[in-house]
T-cell receptor, first 113, second 115 residues
Framework: AQKVTQAQTEISVVEKEDVTLDCVYETRDTTYYLFWYKQPPSGELVFLIRRNSFDEQNEISGRYSWNFQKSTSSFNFTITASQVVDSAVYFCAPIQGAQKLVFGQGTRLTINP | DTGVSQNPRHKITKRGQNVTFRCDPISEHNRLYWYRQTLGQGPEFLTYFQNEAQLEKSRLLSDRFSAERPKGSFSTLEIQRTEQGDSAMYLC?????????????FGQGTRLTVV
């Protein structure tokens, strides 16, 4: 069975702190894709990153970075120097079957000024 | 605006009524998806189309739900005889199929409240 777990339900930090959101994806598939999406209060899901299971290189984009480790089935997302605008619900989602995203429960991140 | 557009943004209906939502995908995207999101949960897949063909339906999509994409452009999702449990955000997304799994772009959703 395939399972995506975002164990952190809510995280609250003060602005400028670094914060890491965890995601664990358990699957027997050897080839898969994982996505991170952000859902701000407006409700629209915003694509952040796509990673395939063959690529374990860390990726950095501005204040965002992603660490994918196939051996531990983890695909963690770090925001450096967090800002109030980063407040949102963040979803980790693998692709299953014919292109459907399977979302985790999400982590609600609150950045306090 | 060339993003995914959903209408209406909000819908309040009485139990037992039928409702229909519309999604206009990004113009060159031939894959279209419907998801449902209840409060505090991640979105759940309902169905998806490639052009006008409905290729997959979730078990969540009971016989009261029907989705169409008649000309391979916009799509509609109809719920008949609504129940309070249908209250949720209905999200539409579109993507371009390719050799790699391309990202889906989401609309702002239609929030349905059944009273």
């Amino acid at each position: 069975a395939q399972k995506v777990t975002q164990a952190q339900t809510e995280i609250s930090v003060v602005e400028k702190e670094d914060v890491t959101l965890d995601c664990v994806y358990e699957t027997r598939d050897t080839t898969y894709y994982l996505f991170w999406y952000k859902q701000p209060p407006s409700g629209e899901l915003v694509f952040l990153i796509r990673r395939n299971s063959f690529d374990e290189q860390n990726e950095i984009s501005g204040r965002y970075s992603w660490n994918f480790q196939k051996s531990t089935s983890s695909f963690n997302f770090t925001i450096t120097a967090s800002q109030v605008v980063d407040s949102a619900v963040y979803f980790c989602a693998p692709i299953q079957g014919a292109q459907k995203l399977v979302f985790g429960q999400g982590t609600r991140l609150t950045i306090n000024p | 605006d060339t993003g995914v557009s959903q209408n209406p943004r909000h819908k309040i209906t009485k139990r037992g009524q039928n409702v229909t939502f519309r999604c206009d995908p990004i113009s060159e995207h031939n894959r279209l998806y419907w998801y449902r999101q209840t409060l505090g949960q991640g979105p759940e897949f309902l169905t998806y189309f490639q052009n006008e063909a409905q290729l997959e339906k979730s078990r969540l999509l009971s016989d009261r739900f029907s989705a169409e994409r008649p000309k391979g452009s916009f799509s509609t999702l109809e719920i008949q005889r609504t129940e309070q449990g249908d209250s949720a955000m209905y999200l539409c997304a579109s993507s371009i199929p390719g050799l790699l799994n391309t990202e889906a772009f989401f609309g702002q959703g239609t929030r349905l409240t059944v009273v």
